[in-house]
Structures are given as structure tokens and as C-alpha cells.
């Protein structure tokens, strides 16, 4: 499938996104080992989020789907069946990484496998703790790389630092600790999305965060069952706030969307950028803060995004990198090494398509600089079978003078089932709804800082 792209009227909208991609895996997988029937609303069907639902009910859980975003999901108690075939992770990481660290705990043996893509990342980021834990994990691919033969059991509680600041690496961690003795803690290098903490908080599992930046669950525990209601998924939002911010008085309202803290360093980002940005958080009643965002665009200038923001906006980079291409100056990228093993090499992807595109970009180790203004002009872009670069560049289309294509764009099922429908809004608006709540602006942050 490709996307074809043209240059954007005036944007004036006021939407809504899917459901939150991190929050709909963890949401499953804990209501899947709790004590009774949790209602899951506002799930996110998407290819890689059903590859855990599909994971959950291969291990005997019964999950329900009346319609797409509802997910009725019966807790096993923690007492989860052994998989007659091999687990299919797809594409997705985070299903891949949440497994391992949840079979870890199991005292029979699974298999994980995965697409061509999922089976060139790395693997050894949880291979190596959950062993240390007790388990036994065989990568069979070369370096440490999937398909994967998990075995466990008796784990034991450990206090572990990750070299790389990842919450999908925390998340199997703090999953495999729920069947260890003793406690488990995680100390992370850089915070990151803190998902799977309030999840757990929320399904009254113990925790404790003994200083900042670190977390630990205590062993042998049921969550509770509860219902829960995800909210929008900030990292989707994230595509239209950037072309609503890049463009001279386009206005945007999203509602319903995650604010979580560790997940909105976009927001600053653009803000610095010199977008007008104000966000307001509605509720907080089920443990994730969901509310308001609404965007103001001004002409952008370039800023430098490194440090603790990095993995704050880990996944928003692609699509600030063309917000960098758009505007006035240089935008630099640092610390972003992580970006080489997402679902492509995106540094290698963002160069690429951005100089096909006509803009001036030096690909650095762990980053990006890039220099604008660039006068974009439409071009055949590649997706690289990435999600993320396929919507970015769709963006970076809305921009470009003349037609731009993107190929290979099926990808972005992965993760943003609607996304064609709502480029169609952006690039032929139909029902023009324009709104302005008052609500409070966010502080500007300083470069690199989060
Ligand atoms: C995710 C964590 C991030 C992010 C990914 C989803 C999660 O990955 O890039 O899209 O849900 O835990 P890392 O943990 O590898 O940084």
C-alpha cells in the first residue's frame, strides 16, 4: 500500500486518536493475570497490540473483543497454560520483550517468534537479566536475536541497572518480578515511561520507589481485577500536533489523550520551538492523567533535543525531525543512539528521506542535525517497514510542494489503525470544528532538559 500526499490547506480541527500502544500491552497482560474479569475500554487494536492479546490467549487466558477498542479479558490468577505452538510477537517489540519477562516466570518452556524485522533487534537487554533472575532464555538467532526459548520458574528478586534506559526492558523485569521471591528493582540510567508502575499501582500490586529512579515490585502477588479506560495515545497525536504547529496559524484541538509526564516532552519541545502549546489534564481517576492538548502553529525555529528528554519523546523523534526540517535554523538530535535499533535504523531512515525531500541533514552516531528551512518538495519516500518513519514522512507530505508517496506504508497498521482516514482530514477537511477552551500553557523548557 502506499499514501499519496499533498500539500495541506489550512488546519482547523478538533480530533480524538486511538488508544495508547504501552498502555494497551501492559493493560492486557495484567488484567490477563489477575483474579477476576477486568473491562478493558479504549484499547488500541492494532497489529502489534493484538499480537499480545493473541500471546495472552495462545498462554489459556479468555479475552473477549465485543468491538474492536473493548477487550473483556478473564484473570487467570496468574495461573497461565502452556502454549500448544509457538507465540507469534509479529513485529512488536514490546509484545516480544513483555513476554519474555512474563514466561520467564512459567515453569513450562515457549518459543517467541518474530517477523524479519523483530528478529534483527536486540534481544540481550532482557536475555541477560532474566537470567541473572533464574530463568533460562536461548536466543536462537545470531547475536543474542529472536526466536526465543524461554524457561523459568523459580526466579529470585534482583537489584538491577539497565544500560539502556528502556521501559519495555523495566517492564519484563518488573513482570518476571511479580513471580520471583524477594523484590525486584529496576534502576534506570534515564527515567522512562513509567506505564507498567502505575499499572500495577492501579491493579493493586505493591510497589515502591525507594528514590528516584528506581522501582520495585514485590514477588508473589495478584493483581486485582479492575476495569480500566486507556487513554489516546500521545506518540499518535504527536504526527498531527507537529503539522498543526508547523503551519502558520494552524490550530488543533485533540481530546481524550495520555499526559502522562513521561510521555509529553513533545509538548515542550514544541513549545520551545516557538508553537503555542497549552495542555490541560481532566482526569487522573484511573492512574494515567488524560485531558486536553491544543496546538497554535507559528513559524518554527530549530532547538536541540538531547538528555533525559530523550526518552521521553524516544518515539516522537522521527516526526520532530521533520517539525527540525520545517523550521528556521538547526535542530540537533543527541543521545538518541536507541533510535538505530527501533523497528528500522531510524537515523539512517529520517537522512534518507529527508534529504530525498530536499532538506540538509548530517547523520551523527547517536542523533541528527538538520538544517532549515527547507523548501520540501514532494518525492517517492521509503517506510523501511517502520510505522512511525511511514507517518512522519506522510506529514513531512502535507508540507511539500507537489505530490509525495509513500511506499510500503501497510506498516502503519502497527500501530495507528485510522491514520489514512485522518491524513484525508488533514489534507481535505470536510467538517471544519474549531474550538477554544481556555486552558493553562505549559513552561518553556530549557534545551536538553525534560
Ligand atoms: C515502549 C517503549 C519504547 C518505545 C516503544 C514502546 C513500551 O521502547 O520506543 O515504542 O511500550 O515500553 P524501549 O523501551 O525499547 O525504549
Known amino acids: 500500500m502506499e499514501l499519496r500526499v499533498k500539500r495541506a ?5 478538533e480530533i480524538t486518536v486511538p488508544g495508547d500502544k504501552s498502555i494497551s500491552h501492559r493493560a ?4 490477563a493475570l489477575s483474579n477476576g474479569v477486568c473491562t478493558l475500554q479504549g484499547f488500541l487494536p492494532s497489529e502489534d497490540c493484538m499480537h499480545t492479546v493473541n500471546a495472552m490467549r495462545a498462554l489459556g487466558v479468555k479475552i473477549e473483543q465485543p468491538e474492536p477498542t473493548t477487550l473483556i479479558v478473564h484473570g487467570k490468577k ?3 497454560t502452556p502454549p500448544k505452538n509457538e507465540i507469534n510477537c509479529g513485529n512488536s517489540g514490546t509484545t516480544m520483550r ?3 519477562g512474563l514466561l520467564a516466570g512459567q515453569t513450562f518452556e515457549s518459543r517467541l517468534v518474530a517477523d524479519a524485522g523483530l528478529s534483527r533487534r536486540p534481544m540481550d537487554r532482557v536475555i541477560a537479566p532474566l537470567c541473572e533472575m533464574g530463568a533460562s532464555i536461548v536466543a536462537e538467532g545470531p547475536d543474542q536475536t529472536a526466536p526465543l ?16 534506559a528502556s521501559a519495555q526492558v523495566k ?11 524477594g523484590k525486584t528493582t529496576v534502576e534506570e540510567p534515564l527515567p522512562t515511561r513509567n506505564h507498567m508502575e502505575k499499572m ?30 486507556i487513554p489516546g495515545d500521545i506518540s499518535s497525536a504527536a504526527f498531527w500536533l507537529v503539522a498543526a504547529a508547523a503551519q502558520r496559524r494552524g490550530h488543533l484541538l485533540i481530546r481524550d489523550v495520555g499526559l502522562n509526564d513521561t510521555r509529553t516532552a513533545l509538548l515542550g519541545v514544541l513549545l520551545r520551538m516557538g508553537a503555542q502549546v497549552r495542555e490541560a489534564v481532566e482526569g487522573v481517576d484511573q492512574v494515567e492523567p488524560r485531558g486536553i492538548v491544543e496546538v497554535t502553529g507559528f513559524p518554527l525555529k530549530g532547538t536541540v533535543i538531547q538528555g533525559k528528554e530523550v526518552p521521553r519523546l524516544i518515539d516522537e523523534l522521527p516526526i520532530l525531525s521533520v517539525a527540525g526540517a520545517l523550521a528556521n535554523g538547526r535542530t540537533v538530535i543527541r543521545q538518541a543512539g536507541e533510535l538505530r535499533v527501533k523497528e528500522t535504523d531510524r537515523i539512517a531512515a529520517i537522512a534518507h528521506n529527508l534529504r530525498t525531500m530536499g532538506t540538509q541533514v548530517a547523520e551523527l552516531n547517536d542523533g541528527l542535525e538538520i538544517s532549515g528551512p527547507a523548501p520540501l518538495h ?16 506522510a506529514i513531512a507530505g502535507l508540507f511539500a510542494e507537489g505530490e509525495t508517496v509513500v511506499q510500503d506504508a501497510e506498516c502503519i497498521r502497527e500501530s495507528y489503525p485510522g491514520f489514512e482516514t485522518m491524513l484525508e482530514e488533514f489534507s481535505n477537511p470536510k467538517r471544519m470544528q474549531v474550538s477554544t477552551p481556555v486552558i493553562g500553557s505549559l513552561t518553556p523548557t530549557a534545551p536538553g532538559e525534560g
Open 9 to 13: 490547506p489550512r488546519i482547523d480541527l
Open 28 to 31: 492486557v497482560v495484567i488484567a
Open 78 to 80: 496468574r495461573v497461565l
Open 98 to 100: 513483555l513476554l519474555a
Open 149 to 164: 526459548r524461554v524457561s523459568g520458574g523459580s526466579l529470585r528478586g534482583i537489584h538491577y541497572c539497565p544500560s539502556v
Open 171 to 181: 517492564g519484563a523485569l518488573l513482570l518476571a518480578g511479580l513471580f520471583a521471591r
Open 200 to 229: 500495577f499501582n492501579y491493579f493493586l500490586v505493591r510497589t515502591a520507589t525507594e528514590e528516584a529512579g528506581s522501582v520495585t515490585v514485590f514477588g508473589d502477588q495478584v493483581p486485582e481485577s479492575r476495569d480500566f479506560a
Open 378 to 393: 514532494g518525492a517517492q519516500v521509503a517506510s523501511f517497514g517502520d510505522h512511525r518513519i511511514a507517518m512522519a514522512f
